[in-house]
């Protein structure tokens, strides 16, 4: 779990530290939090970036953790109850979303530590890097640089739906995915929401809000159970999260990709966010940042080869 | 340090506890897991959950197991290719590398360096198909097999020496009643995971099954499959018998052989006994229904071997004719010789003839329940939406893509979507889990070369389940089953590979 010898004594707790397999990509990982960090440059270069990485890392979620309290609590629009970087990192992320809907600080943890931690990483001379949250990505993309993302709907099927080629030009910084199948709790029916925003943070908030918004609330098959009964200090209390959703119909589909493509179409008028990728069992459909171009439900792309089963269609 | 405090989490008074792995303190409920979806409650006793089993090629030269620990330090050491195989059992989404739908991050210009690959599917289509070794009767085919009262399957077709069920598949696991839905996912769930299940079959036996042991059928563990059918038999067996009986009846519910009839015994010169079968002559010493199918002697239903047979005929039936009766597996035997009045009377047994059946016996292989796991991943792959959807399909066909479960080769059937079948008993331990949809959780891997994968249009530069675990902290290093094809040596892997 730790390191034998803490790198140093002011710290309280030592994250576990690793070079991944391909020698190349840092590993960080600290109670629930896991990043796999990339960064090019010259070789001395990238050791001193990953050693102030660590370092920027080492104790983040001992503060974080001091301000737990304040960041499970819905966000206020125009107040920040916090002062740890990252905690207003995240607070500064979903405020423009609390005058609207039921938001907290934590809708945007995973995007704000990614996006701390990355201007950590970017020392002089580092032509490219990112920190990848758990999905949750901080890219670092200077002139002349680009990056190539590759989307996936599902993970039990290697297959590429799209890719989107990031370039300086973009104003694309931060990648985020949300949905039910994640490890965090989703008030929709999304298998994958995946938002691309000038900040890590602003996606993974983006991400909550928008695959919130990919829902059937009225359908009876759709299984829910109070986050708090789940895990009895979730930041979204009573409220019912998504714990099984049964086939769908096509219309059922397009119904709930419509609901949250409205969302996301809006967020993009308001600048707030640059794409959409938004996923409901085996369809996608995209907006922005050359997402267009993944079909709508109703394209005859999604029709699928064989018939639905007359019943009993749950999984895969 | 943290290590210390794990150890003793302190419970609550409603059975809740604190966890205090790392700073954020879940409170955890029983049976519910925290923040990061390591750590859980079970039963009030904080505990790491689905580690990651890890094959690790390196134990099977050492033979030894290591027990999944959390204690102790990380002494730094990183699981590293390609020695090391990370299989989907406990993948859940718990490592970034593994979450659903990640964004791949490129570390070439034209490359993509993070794929999800490894992944526990939820299949509801899904369920085992059953080969119990045994010639005993277990039920008419078709007939409706049971577990706790509740349908989950039938019996299909007989094979050589066993007998075929179809257990599970969505019909019963969620196409019918509610509970039937839950008890068929809980009798997949332990067959797979290699427990034992009773079946009850409509019509017909009780039996335990249970992967790689032997069968129970009505209580009576079954040792052996029989030799070959009775004519086989006859004919397997007729020149040892020469001389130690005079007639010599192999009972066997499909065809029950007799010698002095056989081919076999007429090569040899054994003349008539005047032996009266009951049952439908099919070719000269061979009959077809001696007897009704049960669990007696040859998978009949005859607990005494003279119930097969009339009266001697006594224009040439001999007093003092040696007579040998045995089954296909040699589990039942009977000597007797014909009296006076012809009529047969049961004598000890010649130790020539007790040697003989210990041959019988000898030659029988051990029965055997076999479990394979048979699930359909083909869903997503259907709607394609991939630049070269046919592609993709077709590197799991071309073996380009292979496909193992829990480590363990699959065979990928043919035809539309990945329809895959595995060996139970060749996954590690309770690799199978279940959502309360229901339906089962297996892990499914897919391995891409990054040749195979610039072949296909040069998205992924990578899409291997290689990665970040580290060594003792929730993974289960196990060693790989010695019969598998390493998982990343596709060469040798796809030879098992359908």
């Known amino acids: ?316 | 340090m943290l290590d210390e405090t794990v150890a003793a989490p302190r419970p609550a008074a409603d059975e809740k506890i604190r966890c205090d792995a790392c700073p954020v303190m879940c409170y955890i409920k029983p049976g519910m897991t925290g923040a990061c979806d390591r750590y859980a409650n079970d039963a009030g006793e904080l505990v790491r959950v689905d580690p990651h089993v890890v094959l690790d090629r390196t134990l099977a030269q050492g033979g030894n197991i290591v027990p999944f620990n959390r204690g102790g330090d990380w002494d730094g050491k990183i699981v590293s290719s390609p020695e090391t195989f990370v299989t989907a059992i406990g993948a859940g989404t718990t490592y970034p590398d593994y979450k659903p739908a990640p964004f791949i991050v490129s570390s070439e210009v034209d490359g993509v360096d993070m794929v999800t690959v490894v992944t526990e599917g939820i299949f509801s289509y899904c369920g085992v198909k059953v080969k119990i070794d045994t010639d005993r009767y277990l039920g008419p085919e078709q007939a409706v097999v049971r577990a706790a009262g509740e349908p989950i399957g039938h019996v299909t077709t007989s094979e050589y020496g066993s007998q075929m069920l179809s257990l599970g598949g969505v019909h019963h696991l969620t196409g019918g009643g509610k509970k039937e839905g839950r008890v068929t996912c809980d009798a997949l769930l332990n067959l797979c995971n290699g427990k034992a299940v009773e079946l009850v079959i409509d019509g017909g036996a009780t039996v335990v099954v249970q992967a790689g042991k032997a069968p129970i059928v009505n209580g009576v563990p079954e040792e052996r499959m029989r030799v070959g059918c009775g004519s086989a038999t006859i004919g397997m067996f007729a020149k040892q018998w020469l001389g130690k009986a005079d007639e010599v009846v192999v009972v066997d519910d499909h065809i029950t052989g007799v010698l002095s009839e056989h081919q076999a015994g007429k090569l040899l010169d054994i003349p008539d006994t005047g032996i009266k079968m009951k049952g439908r002559r099919s070719t000269p010493g061979r009959y077809f229904q001696v007897a009704e199918p049960g669990t007696g002697w040859g998978g009949t239903n005859i607990s005494d071997p003279l119930s097969i047979i009339g009266p001697f005929d006594a224009k040439v039936a001999k007093a003092g004719t040696r007579l040998f009766f045995i089954s296909t597996t040699g589990e039942h035997s009977a000597y007797y010789e014909l009296d006076e009045t012809l009529a047969p009377v049961e004598k000890p047994m010649p130790e020539d003839l007790m040697a003989s059946t210990e041959r019988v016996k000898e030659n029988c292989e051990p029965a055997l329940c076999t479990v394979l796991f048979m699930a359909g991943a083909g869903g997503s792959l259907r709607s394609g939406v991939t630049e070269n959807p046919v592609r993709l399909t077709r590197s799991v066909k071309d073996a380009l893509t292979y496909v193992t479960s829990g480590g363990a080769p699959v065979y990928v059937y043919p035809g539309g979507g990945i329809t895959f079948m595995v060996d139970v008993t060749r996954l590690p331990e309770n690799a199978f889990g279940y959502v309360p949809t229901p339906a089962l959780v297996a892990p499914i891997e897919f391995t891409l070369k990054l040749s195979d994968y610039e072949a296909l249009g040069g998205h992924m530069s990578e899409v291997r389940p290689l990665a970040s675990i580290p060594q003792g902290d929730g993974t289960r290093p196990v060693a790989p089953i010695s019969d598998n094809p390493w998982p990343l040596a596709p060469q040798t892997a796809k030879r098992s590979h359908g």
Request: aromatic share 4%; hydrophobic share 45%.
């Open chain 1, 1 to 316: 779990m730790t390191r034998a010898t803490p790198p140093s004594p002011s710290i309280r707790r030592a994250p576990q530290v690793a070079l991944l397999a391909d020698g190349h990509r840092l590993h960080l990982q600290d109670g629930p939090i896991d990043l796999v960090i990339e960064a090019v440059g010259a070789e001395d270069v990238v050791r001193a970036a990953y050693a102030a990485a660590t370092e920027r890392f080492s104790g983040l979620l001992d503060a974080l953790c001091d301000e737990l309290p304040a960041l499970r609590a819905a966000a206020s629009p125009d107040f920040c109850p916090v002062s740890g970087p990252v905690a207003r990192r995240m607070w500064q992320a979903v405020a423009p979303f609390a005058g609207e809907v039921f938001i907290t600080p934590m809708a945007a943890v995973a995007g704000a530590v990614a996006e701390d931690v990355l201007q950590a990483l970017v020392l002089p001379g580092i032509s490219r890097a990112y920190v990848n949250n758990g999905g949750d990505i901080a890219l670092y993309l200077p002139e002349g640089a680009s990056f190539t993302v590759g989307l996936v709907d599902r993970p039990d099927q290697p297959r590429i739906i799209g890719t989107a080629v990031l370039s300086f030009d973009s104003p694309v910084r931060g990648v985020a995915t949300s949905g039910w199948r994640g490890r965090s709790f989703s008030l929709g029916i999304a298998d994958a929401v995946t938002i691309l925003a000038p900040t890590a943070a602003q996606a993974d908030a983006a991400a909550t809000v928008v695959a919130n918004a990919v829902d059937l609330p009225r359908h009876p098959g759709i299984v829910r159970t109070q986050a708090n009964d789940l895990q009895p200090e979730s930041d979204l209390g009573a409220r019912l999260v998504t714990r099984a959703v049964p086939a769908l119909t096509a219309g059922e589909r397009a119904e709930a990709l419509e609901a949250g493509l409205a969302v996301a179409r809006d967020l993009m008028r308001r600048g707030r966010i640059s794409g959409a990728a938004l996923h409901v069992q085996g369809e996608t459909v995209g907006t922005g940042a050359g997402l267009d171009s993944l079909s709508s439900p109703a394209g005859a792309a999604f029709i699928p080869v064989t018939p639905q089963p007359q019943q009993g269609r749950t999984h895969a």
